[in-house]
């Protein structure tokens, strides 16, 4: 049976036509909202002259504009639904990350860097391990290389015990 246009079955979905669209915009504003608010107690523009809060405001007033011309692209457009959220990546990134930050003066750089890469990329399903390893390791030999020697910042490539 069909529906004639302007029906309760067309109109189920309500006034937002694109979901996604719409909390993705009202994500992005929140965002935004909260950077004017944690750059509030920087000085700002001085005449031509730029003050720590300008970069952050300016930035936040951009994406501010740009979330809500989202969100509203949600009531005008039809647009696809929510979907469900996949927890497993997040988790495991923030996982790779606090393990970097405990990891790091124990362990150096060396072994923190590939293990954490491992855990960063068990968030995803499509892993390919063998590839993986050798990314890894790329990476890691990238970070022994830049870090120390190219930047010359003070990182322990080894474990403490070993020196």
């Known amino acids: 049976m069909s529906e004639a246009p302007g029906s309760a079955t067309e109109n189920a ?24 608010w944690a750059s509030s107690d920087l000085a700002g523009t001085r005449g031509f002259s730029f003050g720590p809060g300008t970069a952050p405001r300016m930035f936040a007033v951009l994406l501010l504009g740009l979330g809500a011309a989202v969100a509203l692209s949600g009531f005008l ?20 990350i606090l393990a970097f930050s405990v990891a790091i003066r124990p362990l ?27 990314v890894g ?24 015990i070993l020196r």
């Open 108 to 134: 150096g750089l060396i072994i923190t860097s590939f293990v954490c890469f491992l855990i960063a990329a068990a968030g995803s399903d499509e892993t390919k391990w063998k590839e993986t390893v050798i």
């Open 137 to 160: 390791i790329c990476l890691t030999v990238g970070c022994a290389l830049l870090f120390p020697y190219a930047l010359g910042l003070p990182l322990d490539l080894f474990p403490r």
């Open 13 to 36: 979905r309500g006034l937002i036509k694109g979901p996604q669209d719409f909390y993705g915009g009202l994500a992005l504003v929140a965002i935004a909202l909260f950077a004017l």
């Open 77 to 96: 457009q039809d647009g696809p639904p929510l979907q469900r959220f996949g927890i497993r990546g997040p988790f495991f990134v923030t996982l790779a």
